[in-house]
């Protein structure tokens, strides 16, 4: 896998907002829309987030959400994770990733 580049979280939320906002929530205590909230999305294994109907390639998928593995979701969400119903097709560029990773990180403490 490639290096990670160093993210902007400024940046990043702009694509959050852009990008992500219309399916997800960051905010402690937040709603679940289409997809479910992320507030403490890091050191979560996939399909965890109380109150979400997942599907069973989520569920089952069994890794850890952390930097190194939502840089290789978000690339492309429905090849790391065969069968998800996310319909976001992905952010091609590593620093857009970074970004909005780095975003995250402070968004969903």
Not at 1 to 6: A, D, F, L, T, Y
Not at 21 to 43: D, I
Not at 64 to 81: C, Q, R, S, V
């Amino acid at each position: 896998m490639s290096e990670i580049p160093v993210g902007d979280p400024a940046a990043g939320a702009k694509i959050f907002k852009q990008r992500c906002a219309q399916c997800h929530t960051t905010e402690k205590g937040g709603k679940h829309k289409t997809g479910p909230n992320l507030n403490g999305v890091f050191g979560r294994k996939t399909g965890q987030a109380a109150g979400f109907a997942y599907t069973t390639a989520n569920q089952n998928k069994g890794i850890t959400w952390g930097e190194d593995t939502l840089f290789e979701y978000l690339e492309n969400p429905k090849k790391y994770i065969p069968g998800t119903k996310m319909v976001f097709a992905g952010l091609k560029k590593p620093q857009e990733r970074a970004d909005l990773i780095a975003h995250l990180k402070e968004a969903t403490k």
